[in-house]
């Protein structure tokens, strides 16, 4: 996302006024935009290192479109209002300036770190990569398939979709903005066009958006995410004109105090509030948030006043400053970090410092890039600052120079050869496609060898065959060959752990199935299902709890039933798993195994994605079912069922 600032000065928006305490669309440096997008920024940064902490955190993204939106448009109509014209050539210049250093250090440097770290980091990555640098990430992401909120498969430059947008946007709106100050009347028929496509924009991402098939399409795409840049440009049309339109009123100066704050509040509730799972969110909440952004940036801009002083202290306008490197580098680092640091996993007792290290590091590397590449760029140009690049190294010394050509050619080759061998698919992807079919493969028939016992070993050896349909429930600790599993990718991935700890069991598992199909395949199965199951479901899509409860009834109360929690870096699981305890309540013949709070405090147990099990975590995956079904039989027989912990095979 292109979060600095538009012009050529850093921390400085020009425009172009002489009141003191009314700066108008001249002066100099417009007060508090900084803050504010230190503010956006800050609420990205919150939302990816952990989505609990600030589930509406992802808005900090609809925040910087107004903000560019409001910079670029009014940058625009100042330069045709005192030149008569719009130097395209040289806005798009100045745009590349401010954009292209900064990335073209990013996407080498990290692609070449995350091999060293973690190989699974680089799927997709010439894809991603060719999408950076043409600004077309959104589009090819959406082509892709990729799922901004629910990916598994963990994608190195992800963040760099906003960036395609406002790229976008810098490309083609002058033109239109060109067309507008020539043609439309007022400043007020620019703003309602503006306005208009704002609301035009709003409409398209909340009437395709379609919760069954996710909300990439609708956020990704330029046309469905546009009301941010649209409503501060409708804002700078009315600001930079003659007297600045309507802003000027005496209705807005009576309206003025209570309407800004009326969005600031509003803004925090939804950064509060709002989450990717709900359908308001893409049906109204980001419009909201956006409007909000737009009455914030009128406000502060307009006159001197406590919101203006706060979003101007030296700290917030430091962040600002570096707005545009701390969005470039802070995903990778954070899914650099998590490959090179196993244990930080939610509920670790490092998990904390493991963000915290994050956030250093990538305020280190967005200063670095401010003051080292940044900067001088902007102030020397692309060949000013390649003749003083190469003077530099010439002027070093031969010595000197050899070893700079020499490693910056080693570079390029170790960049080439990477992306040749970059893998096509994940390790945990390998690992799902090798057990899909042995998750849906009838259970081997087993000839009985003992008569059942309540030990673990009956358990993992024993070989008692289905109960008859319509036989009494013993609640007794069942058998792997009294068990059916259903489930999604985690049961996939657990396959072979289950079949360990549960000789006989009878699996029907598939990557990505949702409740609604969970609900079919039990019921296709009807009387022939088990005494007792395992639904371990809602992985991509979450807990529907319409659909387990209908799963749960047609099981009806005499099986024994164990519900599986989820476990995974999207904000919802946490209420995906209070919706799973909800189901539980009342359900005499229901228990959870709770993996989510089983991992709290392990090392060692996740894949890269930070959500499918290791081949140890499939075990502790397994060890929580057979602890689960040990804590029912218990529940109804008073008998506690000893259990032995498996050696790992």
Not at 111 to 134: C, K, M, P, T, Y
């Amino acid at each position: 996302m292109s979060v600095g600032n538009p012009s050529a000065r850093p921390g400085a928006t020009h425009t172009s006024a002489p009141s003191r305490s009314t700066p108008s669309p001249s002066a100099g440096r417009l007060p508090g935009l900084d803050g504010l997008r230190a503010v956006a920024i800050l609420a990205v940064l919150a939302f990816h290192l952990d989505p609990r902490w600030l589930p509406g955190g992802f808005l900090g993204v609809d925040i910087f479109f107004v903000i560019s939106g409001f910079l670029i448009t009014t940058l625009l109509v100042r330069e045709h209002q005192r030149e008569g014209r719009i130097d395209l050539r040289g806005f798009w210049t100045r745009r590349a300036r401010r954009l292209l250093p900064a990335l073209l250090v990013l996407v080498p440097s990290v692609i070449l770190i995350a091999r060293l770290v973690e190989a699974d980091l680089l799927v997709g990555i010439g894809r991603q990569s060719v999408g950076a640098l043409s600004f077309t990430s959104n589009w090819l992401e959406i082509r892709a398939g990729s799922d901004y909120f629910h990916s598994t498969a963990p994608q190195l430059l992800m963040n760099l979709w906003s960036l395609a947008v406002e790229e976008q946007f810098y490309l083609l709106w002058p033109l239109v903005a060109l067309a507008l100050l020539r043609f439309a009347p007022s400043s007020r028929a620019r703003a309602g066009v503006a306005g208009a496509l704002a609301l035009g924009s709003a409409v398209l991402m909340a009437s395709h958006y379609d919760p069954a098939l996710g909300a990439t399409r609708v956020y990704y795409g330029t046309d469905t995410h546009l009301m941010g840049l649209m409503l501060g440009a409708a804002l700078a049309f009315a600001w930079a004109a003659p007297h600045r339109a309507w802003t000027s009123s005496d209705s807005w100066q009576r309206l003025r105090v209570p309407a800004v704050a009326g969005a600031g509040v509003l803004l925090v509730a939804l950064l509060v509030l709002l989450d990717e799972s709900t359908a308001l969110t893409f049906r109204g909440g980001i419009l909201a948030a956006s409007v909000a952004t737009t009455l914030l940036v009128l406000g502060v801009v307009e006159r001197p006043g406590p919101l203006r002083s706060v979003l101007d202290l030296p700290v917030l306008r430091w962040i600002g400053e570096r707005s545009y490197g701390l969005y470039l580098w802070h995903w990778p680092v954070i899914l650099i970090v998590e490959a090179d640091l196993p244990w930080a996993v939610r509920g670790a007792d490092d998990y904390v410092w493991s963000r915290l290290w994050c956030v250093v590091v990538t305020v280190a590397l967005a200063d670095l890039s401010h003051r080292l590449i940044e900067m001088p760029v902007r102030r020397r140009g692309f060949r000013g600052s390649a003749r003083h690049l190469v003077r530099s190294i010439r002027y070093s010394g031969t010595r000197t120079a050899r070893a700079v050509w020499a490693s910056a050619a080693v570079l390029v080759i170790a960049l080439t050869a990477v992306l040749v061998t970059a893998p096509t698919r994940t390790r945990v992807e390998q690992l799902l496609d090798a057990n899909a079919s042995a998750a849906t493969a009838a259970a081997p028939a087993l000839t009985p060898t003992a008569a059942p016992s309540s030990s673990p070993s009956s358990a993992s050896t024993g070989a008692k065959p289905p109960v008859a349909p319509g036989a009494a429930q013993t609640w007794a600790m069942p058998t792997g060959a009294e068990i059916d599993g259903y489930g999604d990718s985690m049961m996939v991935g657990s396959v072979h752990a289950l079949r360990y700890y549960f000789p006989g069991i009878r699996l029907d598992a598939r990557s990505n199935r949702q409740w609604a199909e969970g609900l079919k395949v039990v019921r296709a199965r009807a009387t022939d299902t088990r005494r007792a199951v395992v639904l371990a479901l809602g992985t991509n899509a979450g807990t529907d709890l319409e659909q387990a409860r209908l799963t749960l009834d047609a099981l009806g109360p005499d099986r024994m039933v164990v519900l599986v929690t989820l476990h995974g870096r999207i904000n919802r699981i946490a209420s995906d798993n209070t919706a799973l305890k909800e189901l539980v309540a009342g359900r005499d013949n229901v228990v959870l195994a709770d993996w989510d709070a089983a991992l709290k405090g392990t090392t060692g147990q996740l894949q890269s994605d930070g959500m499918h099990p290791s081949i140890k975590g499939a075990h502790l995956y397994a060890r929580t079912i057979q602890q689960a079904f040990a804590d029912l039989s218990e529940r109804h027989t008073g008998k506690a069922v000893p259990l032995k912990e498996l050696p790992l095979p």
